[in-house]
């Protein structure tokens, strides 16, 4: 579901995100409008909150490959049948869209997948942690999250 942020302080819309969204870095950002600080909702600690494990998970992924190679097909065989019939230049449009969109689904998931199996992702994520555990040794830090109303485990309290 798709979810509307605005600022705390001045309520100017800064983004829209996914519920899903993740990312991995510091949750404190500014305002650019206002300058104050707010904790961005897309954001992972992963010194707090853990390497989440379903980021190795190949499912979803293989999935994307299933519904993208489903489009890619639909989109060969409608231009297959528009080079015998015959079409508007226009209305090769959608079919070539597909084609190209689905090409790279597949690629990109393809990709993920393959970094999962190789390690290269649980490397990558490890060293997000040690950059986010880099970050807890920052009082400064801790002390805006924890203002902010963030649950900061036992073991990086001030
Ligand atoms: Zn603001």
Redesign the pocket.
């Known amino acids: 579901m798709s979810r509307e942020f605005h ?1 705390p ?4 819309k800064l983004f829209t995100y996914e519920e899903r969204t993740r990312k991995y870095g510091s949750l404190l950002k500014e ?1 650019k ?4 600080q707010y904790l961005d909702p897309r954001y992972y600690e992963l010194a707090i909150d853990g390497i989440p494990e379903d980021e190795f998970g190949v499912g979803r992924y293989s999935l994307a490959i299933l519904i993208g190679a489903f489009f890619g097909w639909r989109g060969i065989r409608t231009a297959n049948i528009y080079m015998y019939t015959g079409a508007d230049p226009v209305r090769w449009l959608l079919p070539i869209s597909f084609i190209l969109i689905s090409f790279i689904v597949v690629i990109a998931g393809l990709y993920e997948i393959f970094t999962i199996a190789t390690g290269l992702k649980r490397k990558k994520m490890e060293r997000l942690y040690e950059e986010s555990k880099a970050r807890m040794k920052d009082s400064g830090y801790i002390y805006t999250l924890q203002k902010h109303g963030y649950m900061i485990p036992e073991e990086y309290n001030l």
């Open positions: 600022c302080s001045c309520d100017k305002c409008k206002c300058g104050a």
